[in-house]
């Protein structure tokens, strides 16, 4: 099935997770997109292995496969003439030009707006930054752990009261997969406007505007309160003191258990038989709405009680038939083989360079209610020669450009 992308060019001159997970999404869309790599040393993300949030199995490292799969790697010393010389025919009928490069790389290279627009008057450009193209601190890099979680708010926001060190990202490259997907998301709105007007745009997404959105609700709540908001100190069970059946609940092996019910009168006594304590539900404390809504810390030590007696297995089986909404707290091996996300196509299969199958996840926007077939990562300057030959080089040409170090 064609996808919505398909007959649409990327080239991408980008390295890390962050804009080139947005390349990865196009792909997966059915775009070609074209990965520009320096011709030594490649993406710099591909010397990242154990210890930097990446791990390998053989030549397959998701850390690479995630940001990557689906695209053709060329290999280009742009700082020769001969090497941005092909760029400029590279993105001569390209549609989108992807960049994270930081402002003086992009001027020292000569792919800043004006310099691509030149060779493709109509391409869209899109720029991955860490702290946006404006301010004072437009030319600083940043990472997701740095700009994202820490100083967009979240690290302040999943931390509790009191506690020694922040709260870690929940993994490597959780801003990046985040603001990867919003970049993509820019781009077809860009393409679709460039259809309807002919008029090309330049598409911004940092990674401080990420995170300011996924913590939008509580700076609005601080602008209007005029102070931040509080957080709660963790000392055993967690649930909200307005409300005794939202919060996360431990249990007896010492996984975690969520209830979200936002409606505590209308869920209280369901969720008092599901956990065998059907003699509080007529106690006057807790009968109605309001009397348990005063209650609700005595009622939450209720629930939290009676969840910790039991395992987690307990209570996925006896929750099945609650009501409310409620989750486990799943772990990376549970999510991956959670029915629900195995039914929706939410993981893929891939057949690495070495033949062998492997599993990735799919990018979250399907359409027609079809999963998209994916291939790997490159290998870095895997289609070198192949692109090269495509804008019309001969065989003595491409050794040439070779030796003199255009590409790789």
């Known amino acids: 099935m064609a996808g919505p992308m398909d007959g649409i060019k990327v080239v991408e001159v980008a390295q890390f997770t962050f804009t080139p997970a947005a390349g990865a999404v196009l792909a997966d869309w059915g775009a070609e997109v074209i990965k520009v790599e320096h011709a030594v040393r490649g993406d710099a993300q591909r010397g990242l292995k154990l210890g930097t949030g990446g791990v390998a199995s053989g030549d397959f490292q998701p850390l690479m496969e995630h940001p990557n799969r689906g695209k053709r790697s060329v290999g280009i010393a742009l700082e020769t003439e001969g090497g941005r010389a092909l760029l400029d025919e590279l993105v001569a009928d390209a549609d989108v030009f992807i960049t994270n490069f930081l402002p003086a790389t ?10 691509i627009r030149a060779a493709s008057p109509n391409i869209i450009y899109v720029r991955g930054t860490a702290l946006g193209p404006k301010g004072p601190e437009a030319d600083q890099g940043g990472y997701d752990l740095s700009v994202f979680w820490c100083r967009g708010g979240s690290a302040f926001g999943s931390t509790p009261s009191g506690s020694p060190r922040i709260a870690d990202m929940p993994t490597g490259a ?12 820019g781009v077809a709105a860009a393409l679709l406007k460039r259809e309807r007007t002919g008029e090309p745009s330049v598409v911004d997404v940092s990674l401080l505007s990420v995170a300011a959105w996924a913590t939008a609700l509580s700076i609005g709540n601080a602008l209007v309160m005029g102070e931040n908001p509080k957080r709660e100190a963790v000392d055993g069970p967690v649930h909200k003191r307005f409300n005794p059946i939202v919060g996360t609940f431990r249990t007896a092996d010492d996984r975690f258990v969520n209830l979200t019910m936002l409606q505590p009168g209308r869920f209280w006594a369901d969720v008092c038989r599901h956990i065998d304590r059907e003699d509080v539900i007529d106690n ?12 609700a810390a005595e009622a939450g030590a209720i629930v939290a009680e009676a969840i910790a007696a039991k395992p987690l297995a307990h209570w996925v089986d006896r929750f099945a038939t ?3 909404q409620w989750s486990p707290v799943q772990a990376p091996l549970e999510v991956a083989a959670d029915p629900q996300v195995r039914a929706n196509g939410y993981i893929l299969s891939v057949i690495d360079s070495n033949g062998e199958r492997r599993e990735l996840v799919a990018s979250p926007v399907q359409f027609d209610e079809t999963p998209f077939e994916i ?19 001969s065989d003595d040409e491409l050794i040439q450009l070779k030796i003199d170090g255009a590409i790789t």
């Open 106 to 115: 992009r001027s020292k290279l000569r792919i800043n707006v004006e310099d």
């Open 174 to 185: 959780y801003g990046d997969s985040l603001g990867g997907m919003t970049l993509a998301g």
């Open 284 to 295: 006057p404390r807790f009968a109605e709405a309001e009397q348990l809504m005063a209650n």
């Open 322 to 324: 609650l009501e409310g």
């Open 375 to 393: 291939s790997r990562a490159p290998q870095f300057a895997e289609h070198t020669d192949d692109i090269v030959r495509s804008l019309g080089r």
